[in-house]
Protein backbone atom coordinates (compact mmCIF):
# COMPACT_ATOMS: atom_id res chain seq x y z
CA UNK A 1 0.00 0.00 0.00
CA UNK A 2 0.98 3.44 -0.79
CA UNK A 3 2.89 5.22 2.27
CA UNK A 4 1.12 8.72 2.92
CA UNK A 5 2.90 11.44 5.32
CA UNK A 6 0.39 14.37 6.76
CA UNK A 7 1.87 18.02 6.97
CA UNK A 8 0.86 21.39 7.64
CA UNK A 9 -1.11 21.51 10.69
CA UNK A 10 -0.23 23.95 13.41
CA UNK A 11 -1.93 26.68 16.06
CA UNK A 12 -4.14 29.10 14.86
CA UNK A 13 -6.72 31.34 16.10
CA UNK A 14 -10.47 30.88 15.27
CA UNK A 15 -11.34 32.12 12.05
CA UNK A 16 -7.66 31.06 10.24
CA UNK A 17 -6.78 29.15 7.77
CA UNK A 18 -4.56 26.12 7.08
CA UNK A 19 -3.95 23.91 4.25
CA UNK A 20 -2.53 20.28 5.46
CA UNK A 21 -1.03 18.16 2.89
CA UNK A 22 -0.91 14.59 2.05
CA UNK A 23 2.11 13.21 0.19
CA UNK A 24 2.21 9.74 -0.80
CA UNK A 25 5.26 7.96 -1.91
CA UNK A 26 4.14 6.00 -5.18
CA UNK A 27 4.18 6.59 -8.67
CA UNK A 28 0.61 4.79 -8.23
CA UNK A 29 -0.75 7.29 -6.21
CA UNK A 30 -3.26 8.25 -8.72
CA UNK A 31 -5.02 4.96 -7.96
CA UNK A 32 -6.28 5.41 -4.47
CA UNK A 33 -8.98 7.11 -3.52
CA UNK A 34 -8.02 9.71 -0.05
CA UNK A 35 -9.72 10.56 2.98
CA UNK A 36 -8.62 13.06 5.12
CA UNK A 37 -10.09 12.28 8.67
CA UNK A 38 -9.60 13.78 12.53
CA UNK A 39 -9.59 12.83 15.92
CA UNK A 40 -10.00 15.08 18.70
CA UNK A 41 -9.10 14.49 22.57
CA UNK A 42 -11.40 11.74 23.66
CA UNK A 43 -13.40 11.64 20.56
CA UNK A 44 -13.72 9.08 17.72
CA UNK A 45 -11.82 9.45 14.52
CA UNK A 46 -14.29 11.05 12.08
CA UNK A 47 -14.10 11.12 8.20
CA UNK A 48 -13.17 15.11 7.47
CA UNK A 49 -13.34 15.02 3.07
CA UNK A 50 -12.79 12.60 0.88
CA UNK A 51 -11.62 12.96 -3.10
CA UNK A 52 -11.69 10.21 -5.61
CA UNK A 53 -9.17 8.96 -7.93
CA UNK A 54 -9.14 11.65 -10.43
CA UNK A 55 -10.27 14.32 -8.20
CA UNK A 56 -13.50 14.85 -10.11
CA UNK A 57 -15.85 13.15 -7.12
CA UNK A 58 -15.31 15.27 -3.42
CA UNK A 59 -17.44 14.63 -0.10
CA UNK A 60 -17.47 16.83 3.03
CA UNK A 61 -18.35 16.06 6.43
CA UNK A 62 -21.66 18.70 6.97
CA UNK A 63 -19.76 20.04 9.81
CA UNK A 64 -16.91 21.37 7.52
CA UNK A 65 -19.08 22.59 4.56
CA UNK A 66 -18.37 25.89 2.83
CA UNK A 67 -15.12 26.06 4.89
CA UNK A 68 -12.72 23.53 4.22
CA UNK A 69 -12.05 21.83 0.48
CA UNK A 70 -10.26 18.93 -0.64
CA UNK A 71 -7.95 18.61 -3.92
CA UNK A 72 -4.98 16.90 -5.06
CA UNK A 73 -2.27 16.79 -7.80
CA UNK A 74 -1.69 13.73 -9.41
CA UNK A 75 1.41 14.79 -10.41
CA UNK A 76 2.46 15.67 -7.67
CA UNK A 77 1.09 12.64 -5.69
CA UNK A 78 -0.40 14.90 -3.15
CA UNK A 79 -3.77 15.54 -1.76
CA UNK A 80 -4.22 18.74 0.15
CA UNK A 81 -7.25 20.00 2.75
CA UNK A 82 -7.75 23.64 3.02
CA UNK A 83 -8.94 24.62 5.64
CA UNK A 84 -10.71 28.43 6.32
CA UNK A 85 -12.48 30.25 8.85
CA UNK A 86 -11.19 27.41 11.32
CA UNK A 87 -13.27 26.88 14.65
CA UNK A 88 -12.05 25.42 18.12
CA UNK A 89 -13.90 22.90 17.27
CA UNK A 90 -12.11 21.66 14.50
CA UNK A 91 -8.55 21.26 16.84
CA UNK A 92 -7.97 17.71 16.48
CA UNK A 93 -5.24 15.31 14.91
CA UNK A 94 -5.66 15.31 11.00
CA UNK A 95 -5.04 12.08 9.37
CA UNK A 96 -5.21 10.96 5.62
CA UNK A 97 -5.42 7.31 4.25
CA UNK A 98 -6.50 5.65 1.03
CA UNK A 99 -10.68 4.83 1.23
CA UNK A 100 -12.50 2.70 -0.78
CA UNK A 101 -13.62 4.35 -3.65
CA UNK A 102 -16.89 5.91 -3.37
CA UNK A 103 -17.48 5.71 0.19
CA UNK A 104 -15.62 7.39 3.55
CA UNK A 105 -14.42 3.31 4.56
CA UNK A 106 -10.88 3.47 4.94
CA UNK A 107 -9.24 0.73 3.29
CA UNK A 108 -7.20 -0.80 6.39
CA UNK A 109 -6.08 0.19 9.89
CA UNK A 110 -2.47 2.03 8.37
CA UNK A 111 -2.64 5.18 10.22
CA UNK A 112 0.32 7.49 10.05
CA UNK A 113 1.29 10.00 12.41
CA UNK A 114 -1.03 12.63 11.37
CA UNK A 115 -0.66 16.27 11.70
CA UNK A 116 -1.81 18.52 14.78
CA UNK A 117 -3.90 21.48 14.06
CA UNK A 118 -5.48 23.45 17.10
CA UNK A 119 -7.45 26.42 16.54
CA UNK A 120 -7.56 29.03 19.73
CA UNK A 121 -10.98 31.04 20.78
Known amino acids: QVQLVESGGGLVQAGGSLRLSCAGT????????IGWFRQAPGKEREVVATISRSGGLTKLADSVKGRFTISRDNAKNTVWLQMNSLKPEDTAVYYCTVVVPGTARPRNDDWGQGTQVTVSS
Open 26 to 33: ERTFSIYA
